[in-house]
């Protein structure tokens, strides 16, 4: 099991950007894809933005496609996304998650961590 812990969520004006990381506790961390989502009150959790284990690779959701940035430092054991222009329907709990799969599916994510907010204000 890998333990994930995110950091960086915060309230922010809409436009403005921060910047989510996510350590993993094992360095094995490099064999596995990894994902962002992000869940809002009263609604399911929705994909964000998925990484290649390499790091080549990327997939994003429409809805933050080019305002937000996917990454990863393998030697740190870390992923980024940096999200620029952000608007009030940003606003969530965001999470990262490993997998093997290259999927925006929850159910194809194993390990998670235990989120961190992001609130958008207008």
């Known amino acids: 099991q890998v333990l994930l812990v995110e950091s960086g969520g915060g309230l922010v004006q809409a436009r403005g950007s921060l910047t989510l990381s996510c350590a993993a506790s094992e360095p094995t961390f490099s064999n596995y894809n990894m994902g962002w989502f992000r869940q809002a009150p009263g609604r399911e959790r929705e994909f964000v933005s998925l990484i290649a284990e390499t790091g080549i690779s990327r997939y994003y959701a429409d809805s933050v496609k080019g305002r937000f940035t996917i990454s990863r430092n393998n030697a740190k054991n870390t992923v980024y996304l940096q999200m620029n222009r952000l608007k009030p329907e940003d606003t969530a709990v965001y999470y990262c998650?490993?997998?093997?799969?290259?999927?925006?599916?929850?159910?194809?994510?194993?390990?998670w961590g235990q989120g961190t907010q992001v609130t958008v204000s207008s």
């Open positions: 998650a490993t997998t093997r799969a290259w999927s925006p599916r929850p159910l194809d994510y194993v390990d």
